[in-house]
């Protein structure tokens, strides 16, 4: 089925103009099963991010230096990994910080990869996925090697790998769209750690200016969002689950001038390029992206990075931003509105300024966050009344 980004807002702006004033936090269902919330969510009372452990320093012991760090999953124990694309490393910590140990090394063989990031802990058994091979690595938490999963499809932004269903372990793999390839997003199943034929590929929806993107984490689900559209879909092996989003927030509008520098922009870009297939200048966009980044957590609650303005911030209880350069991404409001398994909206949160939340478990969630000095630490919060 091909998504249709008219016939989801049309939909969408239907059931809300045919609905009275009601209860502001209540959600309402579409009559094709969408999921359309309004007003502040079900939490009973606010929520804010806590932060209870950090970790990480600008120079010293390498084991606590990081570069890109992606923040989990937790093992057994409270133990969180962190795999670091940039350092090229898989550690993991304890429940205070502390290290424990190192999993596999840089190269090419068993045990071994180029660009790490962890997908999945299923028991004792981490699956770390390395982009830059690509293929999938099986460690145990005590550090040793158990298996190897090649992949057909390279991927050019991280996989993530999902949870048994029905016999086969499933692999998400998905590509950022690049000069000269068509972005292909879908499933690879495994069955005995061999790829099986019916790979199942999800269609490119809108063409090149395509503003869907592939969220994270997930277990046998694949999320998808539409970054520009406050519209987020949830498929599993045989098609669309779910459809949600909310109607009450604006898109990003790009005023004259910004469309003019980046016009601008865009027309030295092309003029600079030695490939012909980007010489030509691609179309701005009027409307600029809304979500930043969506995934869904170890509880199946979806969580998604918006775009703020000062006001919104402020009201989802954001504080004071650290000053940072002009266009740093360090400075943007970001707030995080999290949905449960079903897809009806629950409350919004502040973003600290500077982190990246990117897993979450009943009233923990972790990341990391890049002081205004480059210092990338990881973090542990709690999600406090």
Avoid: K
């Amino acid at each position: 089925m091909r998504l249709s980004r008219a016939g989801i807002i049309i939909g969408i702006i239907g059931i809300l103009g045919g609905c009275g004033s009601g209860d502001e936090s209540s959600s309402l269902s579409a009559r094709n099963g969408d999921i359309v919330s309004t007003g502040a969510g079900r939490w009973d009372r606010p929520r804010t991010l806590q932060e209870e452990v950090r970790f990480g320093m600008p120079d010293g012991d390498e084991r606590y230096l990081f570069g890109r760090p992606h923040v989990g999953p937790v093992l057994p124990g409270d133990t969180l990994v962190v795999a670091d694309t940039r350092m090229r490393t898989v550690r993991l910590y304890d429940s205070g910080g502390a290290f424990v140990r190192q999993i596999g090394r840089i190269g090419d063989g068993p045990g071994e990869f180029r660009s790490p990031g962890v997908g999945l802990a299923r028991g004792d058994t981490l699956y770390v996925f390395d982009g830059a091979s690509p293929r999938v690595a099986l460690f145990t938490s005590d550090g040793r090697a158990i298996g190897l999963w090649r992949t057909p499809i390279r991927a050019w932004n991280a996989g993530v790998v999902l949870e048994a269903a029905e016999g086969f372990w499933i692999a998400q793999m998905f590509g950022e769209p690049v000069i000269g390839e068509t972005r292909r997003v879908g499933y690879i199943r495994y069955h005995g750690g061999a790829p099986q034929a019916d790979t199942l590929h999800l269609p490119n929806p809108s063409g090149d200016d395509d503003p869907w993107r592939v969220g994270g984490g997930g277990r046998s689900e694949l999320l998808m969002y539409n970054s520009r559209a406050y519209v987020l879909e949830v498929r599993g092996q045989h098609g669309l689950v779910r459809r949600f989003g909310r109607a009450d927030v604006p898109p990003r509008r790009r005023t004259a001038e910004q469309l003019a520098t980046l016009r601008d922009s865009e027309r030295r870009r092309a003029a600079r390029s030695t490939e012909a297939a980007s010489t030509r200048e691609r179309p701005i966009p009027e409307v600029a992206d809304l979500i930043r980044r969506a995934w869904i957590d170890a509880d199946r609650r979806t969580w998604v990075e918006v775009l703020v303005d000062d006001d919104a911030w402020r009201l989802a209880g954001g504080g004071a931003c650290t000053a940072t350069p002009p266009g740093d991404e360090r400075s943007d409001r970001v707030v995080l509105d999290v949905f449960d398994a079903s897809g009806v909206f629950l409350g919004r949160t502040a973003q600290p300024c500077g982190a990246e939340v990117h897993g979450a478990q009943g009233e923990r969630a972790w990341g990391f966050h890049r002081s205004a000095d480059d210092v990338p630490v990881v973090v542990r919060w709690r999600i406090a009344h």
